[in-house]
């Protein structure tokens, strides 16, 4: 029931059908009962419940999507962003600015959920910063706040350009990026200046190719040449083994032998002189045909010899060429080095760029900021501030005082925010109730306590309380609770276990639904 009020107040439908450890795992039985039967809430506050006539909020909702979705407010179909709007001008017109929201607003009034049943003050979801309670509570206290969005915003943005400067100055700051950059500048001109003095031979990779062809064609032809020489030197020698055959010089002694081996052999017609002449002639005969080829193969050394020649000069002009000029592989090396170093210069100057536009927005949010926290925590505000805990303590402490015989209050400081460095407000109850039924009679007197004082200073609120686990309450504080409720023109609404209501309680005047295992609020 106090969550179905509170769906009709802005609250989500999930806090009707989902478990609220587990968001994710949802009751399906209930939620398929919800939308298949098109189920209606209709809440309707009323300014005076005594009067039949007083003017009335009328809120309806149901659980269907898009086309089929009802959301009014006084019959007047609205968006959810727009509900919340409209119940703040409907609720508390006073409140114009956007912080706190109306969800923040009555989040103390409805009490069903971990964080507002068990927390006096803070009532919010547990993701709420202490930026949004310190707005909360200025507002709620009329302590005439109105900068809590802007600076709530300003915050976030602090927060968003500090944790970019981090990200950005992960492994170093931004001076070392300077000193980078100042290097890289330095190495980039080293380059430029080197690429400019670079004697690029344009025919570089044909004279290059063409040194290699006559490198290889002084390579065949001194084979030529060796292999002819040694062909040439080879004749010689056999033509020198030839002609040492040759009958020369004196013969005498063999002269004599022939002539008594003439004796010895009749029929003997030649003369000694005629065999030494025929034998010379023969050798020389063996001699020119050994040596006919030695014109052609002098001819074709000597030809080989100027060609040699011309290649040689060829390739030391070729290798001079070559040695006075830098290749296109070195420019292409300078031209590399080059862009990666201009690619690096500006990975550097967009991370010094960046890191200036976070100082420089760091410094107008701090500025801004500034302006804000100068009134927000000066000593006329914090005067102010205590004046008007002064004022409301005088409730809390009065209606502690009927229901526990204590006096209990609300005090505040100004602390630093461990993580933004920044001042902020931390509002906290004075007294420190341990035990859960003690505490929630604390929070019960807070509420009741804010009621009156939101009277007192003519700032709206509602009327009305809605309250789970207040069976954890004595019986006596319940009855107490009931009695000032219902002197006070309050509204209390407690979902309580039949076997913990107090007999007081019990009686039908004062109970609006009664539900059990055999009859639920669905009946599913």
Do not use: W
């Not at 060829?314 to 031209?335: M, P, T």
Request: aromatic share 8%; hydrophobic share 35%.
């Amino acid at each position: 029931m106090l969550a179905l009020i509170d769906f009709c107040l802005g609250g989500s439908a999930k806090s009707i059908y989902a478990d609220p450890e587990n968001p994710k795992e949802v009751y399906e039985l209930v939620k398929e009962f919800l939308v298949n039967n098109e189920v209606l809430i209709t809440l309707i506050l009323k300014e005076d419940l005594d009067v039949t006539d007083s003017p009335e909020v009328s809120v309806e909702k149901n659980f269907l999507t898009y086309k089929k979705k009802i959301q009014k407010v006084n019959q007047e179909p609205l968006t959810d962003d727009e509900l919340e709007l409209r119940l703040m001008e409907l609720l508390i017109p006073e409140h114009t600015s956007e912080k706190p929201t109306f969800r923040q607003i009555i989040s103390h009034s409805i009490r069903y959920k971990d964080e507002s049943v068990n927390r006096t003050l803070r009532t919010l979801d547990k993701f709420a910063k202490d930026t949004e309670y310190e707005t909360l509570h200025l507002f709620l206290f009329n302590c005439n706040f109105n900068d809590g969005k802007s600076r709530q915003s300003i915050l976030e943005r602090i927060k968003v350009e500090r944790t970019f400067e981090t990200r950005l100055g992960q492994r170093q700051n931004k001076t070392d990026f300077q000193m980078h950059l100042a290097i890289l500048e330095s190495r980039i001109e080293e380059l430029q200046k080197a690429k400019s003095l670079l004697n690029v031979n344009v025919n570089f990779e044909a004279d290059l190719a063409h040194l290699n062809q006559v490198r290889h064609t002084i390579s065949r032809t001194s084979a030529n040449i060796s292999t002819l020489s040694i062909r040439r030197q080879l004749l010689e020698e056999a033509r020198d083994e030839v002609s040492s055959g040759k009958f020369l010089g004196s013969l005498d002694h063999l002269s004599n032998l022939y002539r008594q081996a003439t004796k010895q052999v009749s029929g003997i017609q030649k003369s000694f002189d005629d065999l030494v002449t025929f034998h010379n002639s023969m050798i020389d005969e063996k001699v020119a045909f050994l040596t006919k080829d030695l014109p052609e193969l002098d001819e074709e050394l000597r030809s080989l010899s100027l060609e040699l020649s011309r290649l040689l000069a060829s390739e030391s002009e070729l290798v001079g060429l070559i040695a006075k000029s830098d290749s296109f592989s070195e420019l292409e090396s300078l031209i590399g080095a080059l862009n990666s170093a201009y690619t690096k210069k500006g990975e550097y100057e967009v991370l010094i760029k960046q890191l200036d536009d976070v100082e420089r927005n760091l410094k107008e949010y701090e500025e801004q900021l500034s302006q804000i926290d100068d009134l927000l925590f000066s000593d006329e505000a914090k005067k102010t501030i205590s004046l008007q805990l002064m004022k409301f303590n005088e409730y809390f402490s009065s209606v502690s005082r009927e229901l526990y015989d204590e006096d209990y209050g609300v005090t505040y400081k100004v602390e630093i925010n461990k993580k933004t460095g920044h001042k902020v407000y931390k509002f906290s109850a004075l007294n420190r109730n341990m035990s859960s039924g003690k505490k929630q009679g604390e929070i019960s007197c807070f509420d009741l306590a804010y009621i009156l004082f939101a009277r007192g200073e003519e700032i709206s609120c509602l009327d009305f309380l809605l309250n789970d686990k207040k069976e954890l309450m004595d019986d006596h504080q319940l009855v107490k609770i009931a009695d000032f409720a219902i002197k006070n023109d309050i509204q209390f609404v407690a979902s309580i276990l039949k076997d913990k209501l107090p007999p007081e309680l019990n009686n039908e005047e004062y109970i609006a639904v009664k539900l059990s295992q055999t009859d639920k609020l669905f009946r599913i």
